[in-house]
C-alpha cells in the first residue's frame, strides 16, 4: 500500500512539473513523451482524481487546462482500457449513445462536407463556395446543444459526486471551440480574401471539435458511466429534450432495467400540501405562487445564502435551465473565465457592500439586461441573490403614447 501511495506522489508531482513546464511555453510534443512514460498504464479515472487534488491545493483550473491537448495526444494509446462502457450505454435513448450519435454526426459533417469544400474553396473561393462554407458552419455550431447539455444536466451529477476538476477543465475548453467555430464564422461573413485565412480558422475550428470528441468518449464519458446511477441517467435523458440536439434526433426512447422507485420519489419531494400561503399583504395558493412566477416577462434564478441554486423560473427563458441545476453550487453553473466575477457579485450582495448589480449584453436580436438582488429578511439578514434576467429590446423600441385598447383583428 505505501508503494501505491508514494506512487500516486510521484505521478501527481509529475503532473505539476508537466503543467509547469507548459505555463513555460513548451509544446505538447515537448512534454508528452515524460506524460506518456509516467502514466502508460494509468486510467483515466486516477489522472482525474489527481487534477482534482492539485485544483483543491490551489492551482488554477485554466493551469489544469492546459493539459487538455496533452491528454488527447497521448490517451489514444497511454490509456489502459479499462472503462468499458455498461451495455445501457449501447441502447438508444441513452444519454451516452446521444451523444456518440452527435459526435458521429458531427464527424461526418467535418469530413464528407466541411473538409472537401474547403479543399475546392482553396481552388475557386466564388461566393458560391463561400456561401456553402458559412452554411456548413453553421451546422457546426449545433454543437452548442451538446455541450450545454453536457454542461447543465452531465455535469451536477458529477459535482454531486465531488468531481468537480474535469467537468470545470472540459468548460473551459468548450468554451475555447465554440470561440475557434465563432472566429471562423466571422471570418466568412466577413471574407475580402486571402482563402489561407478562412482555410486556418476552419481548420483549428474542426480540429478543436475532433479533440474534444475524442476527450468526451475516452475520459468523459467513462468516468460518467462508472459514477452515476441509473436513475441519474434517467433524468438527464428526460431533460435533454428541452435544450435539444445537435445534427440528430435520438432514435428511441431509454428504458433503465431498474429503477429505485422508493428513491425516485424521495428525491423528488411530495407534491405541496393543498391550501394556502399567507403573507403580510395576501394569501396565495402554491399552484398561484408558481404560475405568477412564471407569467412574469422576466427570468427568475435564486441562489441561497450558501451559495445553492434553489429556484428558477422555468418558461421561456433566456438562458437555459434545468432541474439537474437544483442544489449546485453557483460557481460550478458558469465558465470557468465567469467565476471570479460570479464570486465577487455573490461577496458584495452578502456582505452588504452592495443591494444590486447590473449587465446588459447584446444577444443577437435581443438585449439582455441581467439584474442580481440582495434578498434580505425583515432584520437585514441575507438570505440569498436573486438573478433577474429580461430581453429589454421590446421596451426600448417604445416611443410615443399607448392609450387605446387594442381590437383582436377579424
Known sequence: MSELINNREYRQQVLKEIISQLHQGKSVDEVKDKFEEVFQSVSAAEIAEMEQALVQEGLPIEEIQRL?????????????????????????????????????????????????????????????????????????????????????????????????????????????????????????????????????????????????????????????????????????????????????????????????????????????????????????SPDEIHQIFNTLPVDLTFVDRDGLVKYFSGKDRIFPRTKAVIGRDVKNCHPPASVDVVEKIVEDLQSGRKDHEAFWIRMGPRYVYIRYFAVRNEQGEYLGTLEVTQDIQPLQEISGEKRLLEEESK
Open 68 to 284: 487538455c491537448d496533452v491528454h488527447a495526444s497521448v490517451f489514444k494509446g497511454s490509456i489502459e482500457e479499462i472503462h468499458q462502457p455498461p451495455a445501457a450505454a449501447d441502447q438508444p435513448g441513452h444519454p451516452v449513445h446521444t451523444f456518440k450519435l452527435e459526435n458521429r454526426a458531427l464527424e461526418e459533417l467535418i469530413n464528407k462536407e466541411i473538409k472537401p469544400h474547403l479543399t475546392a474553396f482553396l481552388e475557386n473561393d466564388s461566393p458560391e463556395a463561400v456561401k456553402q462554407l458559412a452554411d456548413q458552419l453553421d451546422q457546426l455550431s449545433q454543437i452548442e446543444k451538446h455541450y450545454t447539455r453536457k454542461e447543465n444536466l452531465l455535469f451536477p451529477f458529477l459535482e454531486k459526486y465531488g468531481i468537480t476538476t474535469p467537468t470545470q477543465v472540459m468548460w473551459g475548453v468548450d468554451d475555447e471551440v465554440r470561440t475557434a467555430i465563432n472566429e471562423a464564422q466571422k471570418v466568412l461573413a466577413n471574407y475580402e480574401g486571402p482563402p489561407e485565412q478562412v482555410k486556418e480558422k476552419i481548420k483549428a475550428a474542426v480540429t478543436r471539435v475532433n479533440e474534444m470528441i475524442f476527450k468526451e468518449e475516452n475520459i468523459l464519458f467513462p468516468m460518467a458511466l462508472e459514477t452515476l446511477t441509473e436513475d441519474e441517467w434517467l433524468k438527464i435523458a428526460e431533460e435533454s429534450a428541452e435544450i435539444g440536439f445537435c445534427l440528430i434526433q435520438p432514435p428511441g426512447v431509454w428504458k433503465p432495467r431498474n429503477i429505485n422507485v422508493e428513491a425516485k420519489v424521495q428525491a423528488e419531494g411530495e407534491k405541496p400540501a393543498d391550501g394556502y400561503l399567507r403573507f403580510p399583504t395576501g394569501i396565495l
